[in-house]
């Protein structure tokens, strides 16, 4: 019979799994959560914004700056691998600081760890909103990722992006390769397969994990698990361009018309065109006929 562990094991079991969920969590920690993608508010202008080194509407600097990779505000360490040495003093503001991020424009303390790992694993390393396309540096908000396809997001664009993103680019379920029903959907490629053409040959699958897609390996889900619709198409002329639009420069065809709208305002102006040369016309003939009248006058006093 084996031994029975005794309580001292026990506790050591526990702690070196704890030891090791502790390890993998940080490998999986949520965007969010990373003190780099903080929220900060400024002290000057009182807006709220994503942790950075300087105000990015009134460039002013922080009392109490964060560091992008540990997330203290106060370096207590007497003893520790701090590149700038304060031997029983503690350091706040920009004595605690060591560098700025080229990636997500934060504070960096003058920590060793911080300042040789932080460049490295920055998370908002390719932060560009898939949306606007726009960068750390070009907007002051916070960066998020979209829970269906795992694209960065700027803190504009985030609630418009999730509630469209949803949708194929094709016009039905089928799969891309053949007419069978796409059991599995793409979120990033926005594709549906079947179940034969979803894997491919010589690859080896996880038996309880989701299956990377062919295309662009990211995993894919089931359709029926989500809400997907497929594109749409409004066929027609009518309502489908504004005055605007045809302003823009769109030809007939690809603008269409509105009789509602842009119809009744052209006519509109049209006839106020035509209007306004008409009365001009009108002006030209009266003044033309008094210089006429006046002429035969003068012409009649000279035969006199």
Known sequence: MPKKKTGQRKKAEK???????????????????HPCNASMECEKCHRKQKSR???YFCQSVQ?????????KMKCMLKTGDCVVRHAGVFTTGMGMVGAICDFCEAWVC??????????????????????????????????????????????????????????????????QSCN??????????????????????????DKNKAIPCPKC????SQTKDLSMSTRSHKFGRQGQATYNDYEAGGDDDEAGYSYGGYGASANYEDNYSDDEEDEDSDEDDETG??????????????KK
């Open 15 to 33: 702690q070196r799994l704890r030891q090791k969920e502790i390890r993998t969590a940080k490998e999986h920690v949520q965007l969010a959560q």
């Open 53 to 55: 080194a300087f105000c």
């Open 63 to 71: 009392r109490l700056p964060i560091c992008a990779q540990c997330g």
């Open 110 to 175: 003058h920590g060793r760890k911080c300042l040789q790992s932080h460049a490295c694993t920055c998370p908002l390393q390719e932060a560009g909103c898939i949306e606007c396309e726009r960068g750390v540096w070009e907007h002051g908000g916070r960066i998020f990722k979209c829970s269906f396809c795992d694209g960065y997001l700027c803190e504009d664009d985030q609630f418009e992006h999730q509630a469209s993103c949803q949708v194929l680019e094709s016009e039905n379920y089928k799969c």
């Open 180 to 205: 069978k029903l796409g059991q599995y959907s793409c979120l990033r490629c926005k594709t549906c397969y079947c179940e034969d053409h979803v894997k491919r040959k010589g690859f080896k699958y």
């Open 217 to 220: 390996n990211y995993d894919t």
């Open 289 to 302: 006929s008094e210089e006429e009248s006046d002429d035969s006058q003068e012409s009649e006093d000279k």
